[in-house]
């Protein structure tokens, strides 16, 4: 019985073709596929600006910067997320402040976020949490009165909408992956997206060195022109031929998005029936573009999720554990906080279904058959 794993990328030849051509051009570090791929990424985000980085990780530390984030501020942030969401604001200096979820989508809510926020609050990290979009409208009425600032961790929420636009847009800065777990991969990779032409502009030059003049300038000129360093700056370029394979990914986000609902569309309704599991869905506001899957597996059902995650494997199917507690991780085992309660409901009890574009309707039926097995049915 061949493995189901998890995800798996969609790459055709158009992404190896894309690949060649760099490599034929003999420009192959940031240049014009990183400028073209930042002006196809802002249009398809509805953002006004997108500066290309090595990661989510690495957008979202620029992101901390750009918005004036440094020592002593607080910053709110969910537990239940990976890690880095976190490790951003630790990079500046600033202490992150775990704020729980909503059981229903694994996000922050007004009401978490508010209970979160004091006097130090700088900045709240809202996450669209495998996809799943966040009702940011709700958490700025609490936020904006107080001028803290809404930095957006988008890393799985590509091709994902709010309230009809695609999320990420309305937050003051947000940051995307392009990991291969996430749904457009460039191998490794990551964007920061904004309206604000100043951080924009700032974010660009920190991501190399904080030179006054772009690499791709001094290049593309015989006489490079002088630069200066104005400031102390990163190496956080993203290369012309990840960019390429980015562009080809990100015409194909509307076909990979609406695939992926079909398949989510499917496990819900054989699955959501079954007494004590619970697929996650599109909330009231948004749509989701099921980068993650997952399951609830309460008191009711026959295993619990170890058993269940046990039980799947034995039939070669590769499911994951949810997503992670950051509070639980020796990283952060002395940044105090209140109670999680959700956050570790939800991060013991789910687990995350195979979800991927070339996933065959057979394949699908044996994760289904054998989720079903485990409920004795
Ligand atoms: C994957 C992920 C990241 C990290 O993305 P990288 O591109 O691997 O740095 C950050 N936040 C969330 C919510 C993620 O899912």
């Known amino acids: 019985m061949a493995r189901i794993n998890v995800m798996q990328p969609w790459f055709g030849p158009e992404e190896v073709a894309a690949v060649g051509e760099v490599i034929s051009s003999g420009w192959v570090a940031q240049g014009p596929r990183v400028a073209a791929f930042e002006e196809a990424f802002a249009q398809a985000m509805d953002a006004q600006y997108a500066v290309a980085t090595t990661s989510c990780t690495t957008a979202l530390h620029l992101a901390m910067i750009v918005a004036g984030v440094s020592a002593g501020d607080e910053v709110v942030v969910p537990s239940f997320s990976f890690i880095a969401t976190a490790n951003a604001v630790t990079y500046v200096g600033a202490r992150p402040v775990f704020a729980d979820v909503d059981h229903a989508t694994g996000n922050l809510t007004a009401q978490t976020v508010a209970a979160a926020v004091t006097a130090r609050t700088r900045a709240v990290v809202v996450v669209d949490q495998g996809g799943v979009p966040v009702d940011l409208d709700a958490i700025r009425a609490v936020t904006d009165p107080l001028g803290v600032v809404v930095i957006e961790d988008a890393a799985c929420g590509a091709g994902s909408t709010y309230h009809g636009r695609p999320v990420g847009a309305g937050a003051d800065v947000a940051a995307w992956s392009f990991h291969p777990r996430k749904i457009v991969t460039t191998g490794e990779g990551g964007m920061l997206t904004t309206a604000n032409p100043q951080w924009a502009q700032r974010a660009r030059r920190l991501r190399e060195h904080a030179m006054s003049v772009s690499a791709a300038a001094r290049h593309a000129s015989v006489l490079a022109p002088a ?6 700056g990163y190496n956080f370029r ?16 509307p076909e990979v998005v609406a695939r992926r609902r079909q398949i989510a569309a499917r496990y819900a309704e054989q699955l959501d029936a079954i007494p004590g599991l619970r697929v996650v869905a599109d909330p009231a506001w948004g749509t989701c573009n099921f980068q993650s899957c997952w399951v609830e597996v309460g008191e009711e059902f026959a295993l619990d999720r170890e058993g269940l995650l046990a039980h799947l494997a034995a039939d070669e199917i590769s499911a994951r554990r949810g997503i992670m507690a950051s509070h639980r991780q020796p990283a952060y085992a002395d940044v105090d906080h209140g109670p999680l309660p959700v956050t570790e409901r939800l991060t013991d009890t789910t687990l995350i279904l195979p979800v991927f574009h070339q996933m065959t309707d057979d394949e699908q039926a044996r994760v289904i058959a054998s989720v079903r097995a485990a409920a004795g049915l």
């Open 227 to 232: 630069e200066e360093y104005l400031e102390v």
């Open 238 to 253: 993203m290369t012309d031929l990840q960019a390429a394979v980015g562009l080809v990914q990100l015409a194909k986000l």
